[in-house]
């Protein structure tokens, strides 16, 4: 739980843009009876109603109408800094640990979070993008860090669990700045309330130790043995340091750092394939998440109501898991996640009020299953040589596809159906994508390439725990535990 907060603050750089950019009902000055009307000429500027709700960035600058184009962008340039994140801080993550690169970006995101808490009107659009670029810069490796963090320091049987609950709670705790920014009136001062709290950071490296295997991969035995010794004395354990050490260093002995990705992707043709595919299976898992994140301004409801029922579906959409992902595999739960969005999407989109909101809240329950899924086996199927550069090369690749996504959910203006059409499409075929990859559930992270190449090349097309009596590195299958 160490790292809860980590995940509340992640809810902060990926919800807190729908409130800043959100644009409430509005009316032209001399023409109070044209309610959000942009087909009459208006000289006198626009008044909104903000009554029991908030300022946001909309209404501090009027990007309404001919202008409503400017928040999308200025959220469009926070995805694009997250692009240019990806890149640099993945390979960061492997040469310089993961509790650095978890500092660094962190550190980002407050410094930045705190800036845009005093972006003015006269800053306008300008202000806000820098601020969001340099969030975004941070944004993808601040909390993925985290993660990658617990899944290196768990056990096989055990990482779905501590990957997944802390996500959980952060994730659905966030979804309070609805009501936050309704009783603080304005979304500057919403922006300092949260980001503030992020003080928490500076804590980190007194709370969390270094992954054991990069420290083991990269040669630093002496801190590796330290961090052996603190985690079993956590445990309750005593172990012989002499025979521990020991270990340590044939562990050592067997593994290499010098392949790189791309060397790996040259010289093992199963690995470049592997990848190739997560590449396009992350980029369309990402690209449905975040429409149906911030799809929900198109929704006839109130925001306060809709971001606040959005966010603690995350709670459900990253528990569930725990049990399916070890039940039914990572691979069967991505793919039938997806298809299962794409299917309630389309159903949303011939709904009108409550019952498309229903539908809708549905489709995000099986999106947040799904990226819960990629997030999971992206980390999993690449060995420990390059997991970081491999799973920033995935996440890369999401990002990319999230810049599209205030595009698409822009595209409302010539239909409403649009995005819900759109998301439904592409979540049905995209879930194709992860039954070409093997199954992890149950075997331990692997460290080599060369392990990796080798790896699930003896498991069927319906490889399941749930349905494998014996497997290695694994006990008895979960059904057959329930049965027993």
């Not at 239909?415 to 992860?434: C, E, M, Q, R």
Request: negative net charge; aromatic residues 12%; contains cysteine.
């Amino acid at each position: 739980m160490a790292l809860l907060p980590v995940c509340i603050f992640y809810s902060y750089t990926t919800y807190s843009p729908i409130l800043i950019n959100f644009t409430p009902e509005f009316w032209c000055l001399d023409k109070p009876e044209e309610l959000n009307n942009c087909d009459v000429e208006c000289q006198t500027g626009y008044e909104f109603n903000t009554t029991d709700l908030f300022t946001t960035a909309v209404t501090d600058n009027d990007w309404v109408c001919e202008d409503s184009w400017k928040a999308p962008l200025s959220q469009t340039f926070f995805f694009i800094g997250s692009f240019i994140g990806t890149l640099i801080f993945g390979y960061v993550a492997d040469k310089c640990g993961r509790i650095k690169t978890l500092m660094i970006t962190n550190l980002m995101v407050f410094i930045a979070g705190l800036a845009t808490s005093f972006m003015t009107s006269a800053l306008g659009l300008v202000g806000l993008s820098i601020c969001r670029f340099v969030i975004g810069l941070a944004y993808p490796l601040h909390f993925n860090m985290s993660y990658m963090l617990m899944v290196e320091l768990t056990e096989s049987s055990k990482r779905s669990i501590v990957g997944n609950l802390s996500l959980a709670l952060g994730l659905s705790i966030g979804g309070y700045q609805a009501y936050l920014a309704a009783y603080l009136k304005t979304w500057q001062r919403l922006n300092f309330a949260i980001y503030i709290q992020m003080l928490y950071i500076f804590a980190l490296p007194w709370i969390i130790d270094e992954s054991l295997r990069w420290l083991i991969t990269h040669g630093k035995l002496d801190e590796a043995l330290q961090v052996s010794l603190k985690m079993a004395k956590v445990n309750g354990k005593s172990p012989d340091q002499a025979k521990l050490e020991t270990s340590i260093r044939e562990m050592a002995e067997a593994k290499s750092i010098e392949t790189s990705m791309w060397e790996a992707m040259k010289n093992y043709p199963t690995v470049r394939k592997r990848l190739l595919i997560m590449v396009l299976a992350v980029f369309f898992t990402f690209f449905l998440f975040f429409i149906h994140i911030f799809n929900i301004t198109n929704l006839e409801m109130s925001i306060l109501l809709s971001f606040t029922v959005s966010s603690i579906i995350e709670f459900p959409g990253d528990v569930a898991p725990i049990f399916g992902l070890e039940w039914f595999g990572r691979r069967w739960s991505w793919a039938v996640s997806l298809a299962t969005s794409g299917i309630f999407m389309l159903v949303s989109s011939q709904e009108k009020a409550q019952n498309a909101f229903l539908w809708a809240m549905l489709g995000r329950l099986c999106i947040t299953f799904a990226i819960n899924c990629a997030q999971q086996l992206m980390l999993e199927m690449f060995p420990t040589e390059i997991r970081g550069q491999a799973a920033s090369l995935c996440v890369t690749s999401g990002v990319i596809a999230t810049i599209l996504v205030p595009a698409v959910v822009y595209s409302s203006v010539l239909g409403d159906s649009i995005p819900f059409i759109i998301a439904g499409v592409v979540g049905l075929i995209t879930s194709v994508l992860p039954l070409l990859l093997p199954e992890t559930a149950k075997h331990d992270l692997l460290d080599t390439v060369k392990e990796a190449e080798n790896f699930g090349k003896d498991q069927s097309f319906f490889e399941m725990p749930c349905l494998n009596k014996t497997r290695p590195n694994s006990q008895s299958s979960t059904c057959d535990a329930n049965s027993a």
